[in-house]
């Protein structure tokens, strides 16, 4: 079976560091690019970073870029490394596997909450 | 960068047909044919529906259908079910610094 699950959420202050971690079963990890996205409460789904399949190449939203750096090992983990956090960083964030150019498989989330 | 427009709100009752819009601009829904859907109850992961415009994973019900025009995508289901009750996103692939990009969602009922 598939599986993506994340770990790593939790209460931190802004402008802390949280390390989000995303372990992966079921499938050739090495083969997909990875994805997180991230769901303010109550708000929609934002697209936050990917990566490809070799770890040598990433993309980020604007609104993160210089702060989070997303990272893969070789075997099948997924990173999410957030710096310089701020409130309108909470959200439950999601590890999602891309396929056909669309995310097929999704982590059941990790909450992060930045708050003083 | 924006999202793409969906509408906030749609119904229909059980039996009916809905179409859900998603509209971009040629520089995303208009640049090519990476459109998805996904379907996400409360409390949920958000679940694939349709890819790559009007494909569909196997094991979703083939009352769910996508299509495309110009810049705006669609999302069609036939036949609404109480369990088809849910937020639907949109996500296309955007040309410039942010390669991916959602709707900003749609809540459907079903009365």
């Known amino acids: 079976e598939v599986q993506l699950v994340e770990s790593g959420g939790g209460l931190v202050q802004p402008g802390g560091s949280l390390r989000l971690s995303c372990a992966t079963s079921g499938f050739t990890f090495r083969s997909y690019w990875m994805t997180w996205v991230r769901q303010a409460p109550g708000k929609g789904l934002e697209w936050v970073a990917n990566i490809n399949h070799a770890a040598s190449q990433t993309n980020y939203v604007d609104s993160v870029r210089g702060r989070f750096t997303i990272s893969r090992d070789s075997v099948n983990s997924l990173y999410l490394q957030m710096n310089s956090l701020r409130a309108e960083d909470t959200a439950v964030y999601y590890c999602?596997?891309?396929?056909?150019?669309?995310?097929?498989?999704w982590g059941q989330g990790t909450t992060v909450t930045v708050s003083s | 960068q924006s999202a793409l427009t969906q509408p906030a709100s749609v119904s229909g009752s059980p039996g009916q047909s809905i179409t859900i819009s998603c509209t971009g601009i040629?520089?995303?829904?208009?640049?090519?044919?990476?459109v998805s859907w996904y379907q996400q109850h409360p409390g949920k992961a958000p679940k694939l529906m349709i890819y790559e415009v009007s494909n569909r994973p196997s094991g979703v019900s083939d009352r769910f259908s996508g299509s495309k025009s110009g810049n705006t995508a669609s999302l069609t289901i036939s036949g609404l079910r109480a369990e088809d009750e849910a937020d639907y996103y949109c996500?296309?692939?955007?040309?410039?610094?942010?390669?991916?990009?959602f709707g900003g969602g749609t809540k459907l009922t079903v009365l």
């Open positions: 996500r296309s692939h955007r040309s410039g610094n942010t390669p991916w990009v």
């Open positions: 999602a596997r891309e396929d056909y150019y669309a995310l097929d498989v």
């Open positions: 040629s520089s995303d829904v208009g640049r090519d044919n990476y």
